[in-house]
């Protein structure tokens, strides 16, 4: 059961993670992401097989848990169409980063304070 749990949680990372690359570009003024169909949550338009899942499967297994990692399809976009030509580049690489903290940050407090959820985690 913890290695469903744990690629659930490395797939909606993953997906997070580039949606928010797209969502900055799209903001600073490059559609690419969006005309490719790929500023979106859907998992499908995303995910790698290799990458989002059989490898964060094998780490898995040959970490004996310990250890996982993925990555999803990367976002395009088009540096050329930013509106921003100093800094929008940078904004649209950080955002990924960032989704992931605050996401990171939201589930662990969510686990904190809600009662009972982290031991029926643990426990499964």
């Known amino acids: ?11 909606f ?7 928010t690359h797209g969502w900055m570009a799209d903001r600073l003024g490059d559609s690419t992401a969006r005309d490719a169909g790929r500023l979106t949550l859907n998992p499908v338009a995303h995910i790698d097989l290799w990458g989002s899942i059989l490898m964060p499967v094998l780490i ?4 004996g848990g310990g250890l996982i990692f993925g990555y ?17 580049v940078a ?3 950080i955002a990924g980063p960032l989704a992931n903290l605050i996401t990171a940050l939201f589930f662990g407090l969510f686990l ?5 959820l982290s031991r029926l985690i643990s426990c499964s």
Do not use: C, W
């Open 1 to 11: 059961m913890d290695i469903i749990f744990s690629l659930i949680i490395i797939l």
């Open 13 to 19: 990372s993953v997906i997070i993670h580039e949606y």
């Open 60 to 63: 898995f297994i040959g970490t």
């Open 72 to 88: 999803a399809k990367p976002v395009p976009f088009n540096p050329y169409n930013l509106k921003d030509q100093k800094y929008g």
């Open 91 to 93: 904004k649209v690489a």
């Open 112 to 116: 904190r304070f809600v009662p009972g």
